[in-house]
């Protein structure tokens, strides 16, 4: 936990969310600012800044993220629709919380494009 992160103080319960999904390594909360339907972030408890800080001591994080997005699509009746889950990484990614998270949207139909 990282005392001046956003993320850590919504996993700890300080700053209020509304909570989608949780076990053991990861924590799932709606985006505030909602860019489909169904926007969900999909948090590791453990605090890492950014995909660029990933490295082989840590990278097990990703394994219950993903596992994670594909519970949410499923109780969310969104599997066989479709999803897209997209990681932002530093200032030119249009990362604004260096807190590594996922981002799962759903709901619509979703543009062709990448979003450059
Ligand atoms: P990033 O640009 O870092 O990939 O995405 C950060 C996301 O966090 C943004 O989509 C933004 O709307 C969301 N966000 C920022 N502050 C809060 C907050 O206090 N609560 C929630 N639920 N989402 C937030
Ligand atoms: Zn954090």
């Known amino acids: 936990m990282l ?3 956003l993320f ?16 053991e390594h990861v924590f799932a909360f709606k985006d505030i600012h909602p860019k489909a339907p169904i ?7 453990q605090h890492i800044d950014s995909l660029a800080k990933l490295d082989e001591s840590n990278a097990d994080v990703l394994k ?6 594909q519970k949410i699509v499923k109780e969310e009746g969104v599997l ?5 889950t ?6 030119e990614g249009g990362q604004l919380v260096y807190h590594l998270h996922l981002h ?13």
């Open 3 to 5: 005392k001046e992160c």
């Open 8 to 23: 850590c103080k919504i996993i700890a319960g300080s700053i209020k969310s509304e909570k989608v999904y949780e076990d």
């Open 39 to 45: 926007h969900v972030l999909i948090v590791p408890k």
């Open 64 to 69: 219950p993220v993903f596992l994670a997005a």
């Open 80 to 84: 066989e629709r479709g999803f897209r």
């Open 86 to 91: 997209v990681f932002n990484c530093n200032p």
């Open 104 to 116: 799962l949207l759903a709901g619509k139909q979703l543009g062709g494009g990448m979003g450059a």
